[in-house]
């Protein structure tokens, strides 16, 4: 939701330890989904997933915005 972005969700599931595709996902399940995202900027980790068609009315609390870490390399 934070990126306003839409795309085709071709295909939703669980792990039960393997890929199990599902046709829908309900509050409180942990799944996965996979879309044609071409950029890895319109995915962010953490997001809130909606509809299209029927949107929620606010994203999930508790999303941040991942901070990139620089660490600096060591050299001999």
């Given at each position: 939701?934070?990126?306003?972005?839409?795309?085709?969700?071709?295909?939703?599931?669980?792990?039960?330890?393997?890929?199990?595709?599902?046709?829908?996902?309900?509050?409180?399940?942990?799944?996965?989904?996979?879309?044609?995202?071409?950029?890895?900027?319109?995915?962010?980790?953490?997001?809130?997933?909606?509809?299209?068609?029927?949107?929620?009315?606010?994203?999930?609390p508790?999303?941040?915005?991942?901070?990139?870490?620089c660490?600096?390399?060591?050299?001999?």
């Amino acid at each position: 939701m934070s990126t306003d972005a839409a795309y085709l969700c071709e295909q939703l599931g669980v792990f039960t330890p393997k890929a199990r595709e599902r046709a829908s996902l309900s509050a409180g399940e942990v799944g996965y989904v996979t879309a044609g995202i071409r950029e890895l900027r319109a995915a962010k980790v953490g997001d809130t997933l909606t509809h299209a068609d029927k949107p929620a009315r606010a994203p999930l609390p508790g999303f941040k915005e991942v901070k990139r870490r620089c660490s600096p390399g060591f050299t001999r």
